[in-house]
């Protein structure tokens, strides 16, 4: 006798909130292709593939640039738990939510962690990462490029050459940022990165890419203590994906081979698409965004340097959040709620990946204004589409 149960039958929504975004078509299609072994030579080139593609997204030419097997924050954890062993000192600079997890990873190394904080919806000027490591050194400054919490974005370029003059290496959060903005690990001198999978690049969640340069491997292979992490241990996961040496490859865990075909299909659109037609077409959907939210007389909380790919918008008074987001999920839209402090004072829509378009720019500002004016919001109707279609037409 065959049972029946019930099929999988997800709804088909747009993902506009802070990720993940929807996948491209051509990505689905890439992961209903056949698994294979984790040693099969057939897939060890495609390992060789996708490290030299990421290598490009990064802007690198790091060796050591992996997906790890985990999701965004495994990427971070990936940096932290390699390049800090027991009483090392580190900088992090916090300007939200992830920044603190970053010193809640850092912390539970058993480092000493010192924070450089900045208000919400504001960065840190590099001149505060001088004075901290004036005052005392450090190993490592640890710090988010895109903040997803509150939509700013961390000067790096900066922070890296003041690192670097007092010695201490600089690790970056760009979780959000790659794919969608510049992150140029090379020229802005950055010694270890980690992002994921389903925010720029616009896979599924499950992989986070990380790079890690000449110094911080140098780190790596100079430490006193093993590295408390056995899966996230760096000597051991580049004995599987190469070491750029010897040209064997060795049992480490098994590969999560359809997800490696997701982020080999992702890197293979971004690349065909070019970075900087990318980064334009992502800015383009923010200043058409913003245009339609000024236009329905709507505020972005972000002062100073703002991220195209994750907008913070204050919630009107007089304006219930779950209620419109309840709204707008009747009408198969996801947007996001803001974090901590800013939870109910803010809306956080992300442009990512396939969503950086017209069609779904438009889509959200109609259905954000229907569902304000049901609350009894006064703006003018159409209003909002009207200004974003011009910003398009320029
Ligand atoms: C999403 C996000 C993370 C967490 O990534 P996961 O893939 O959810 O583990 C970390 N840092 C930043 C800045 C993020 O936006």
Request: charged share 20%; with cysteine; net charge neutral.
């Amino acid at each position: 006798m065959s049972r029946m149960l019930p099929e999988l039958n997800p709804p088909e929504r747009l993902l506009m909130g802070p990720g993940p975004s929807n996948v491209d078509p051509r990505i689905l299609r890439a992961m209903a292709t056949p698994v294979i072994g984790h040693l099969d030579p057939a897939f060890l080139g495609l390992m060789d593939e996708t490290m030299g593609w990421l290598r490009q997204v990064y802007q690198t030419r790091n060796h050591h640039t992996v997906p790890i097997s985990a999701t965004g924050s495994a990427g971070i954890e990936t940096m932290l738990v390699n390049l800090l062993e027991p009483g090392d000192d580190v900088v992090v600079g916090i300007i939200g939510y992830f920044g603190q997890r970053m010193a809640d990873v850092a912390a539970r190394t058993g480092a000493n962690v010192r924070v450089i904080e900045a208000p919400l919806g504001e960065s840190i000027p590099p001149e505060r990462f001088e004075e901290e490591l004036k005052r005392k050194p450090a190993k490592l400054v640890a710090m988010v490029h895109a903040e997803t919490s509150t939509g700013a974005e961390q000067e790096v370029a900066a922070v890296a050459e003041i690192a670097h003059r007092y010695g201490a290496l600089l690790a970056i959060d760009c979780v959000t940022s790659l794919g969608g903005m510049p992150v140029k690990i090379d020229e802005w001198d950055v010694d270890a990165a980690a992002s994921c999978s389903q925010k720029c690049l616009g896979a599924p969640p499950g992989l986070s890419p990380v790079t890690f340069g000449p110094r911080a491997m140098e780190v790596v292979s100079g430490r006193k203590s093993r590295c408390q992490s056995w899966y996230l241990d760096l000597n051991l996961l580049f004995a599987y994906w190469g070491d750029g040496k010897a040209n064997t490859r060795v049992f480490h865990h098994t590969g999560p081979i359809t997800m490696i075909y997701a982020m080999r299909e992702a890197l293979r659109i971004v690349l065909e698409e070019g970075l900087e037609a990318r980064f334009a077409r992502h800015r383009k959907a923010h200043e058409a965004f913003v245009a339609g939210l000024e236009a329905m007389g709507l505020s972005l909380f972000t002062r100073g340097r703002r991220l195209p790919m994750l907008n913070v918008i204050n919630i009107p008074e007089g304006i219930d959040d779950l209620t419109v987001r309840r709204r707008l999920l009747e009408e198969n839209i996801e947007i996001s709620g803001g974090f901590g402090p800013l939870a109910g004072r803010t809306w956080r829509v992300g442009l990512m990946g396939v969503n950086a378009n017209p069609a779904p720019v438009m889509r959200l500002l109609s259905a954000l204004e229907t569902a304000l004016v049901e609350q009894g919001y006064r703006c003018e109707r159409g209003a909002a589409v009207a200004a974003a279609r011009a910003v398009y037409k320029q």
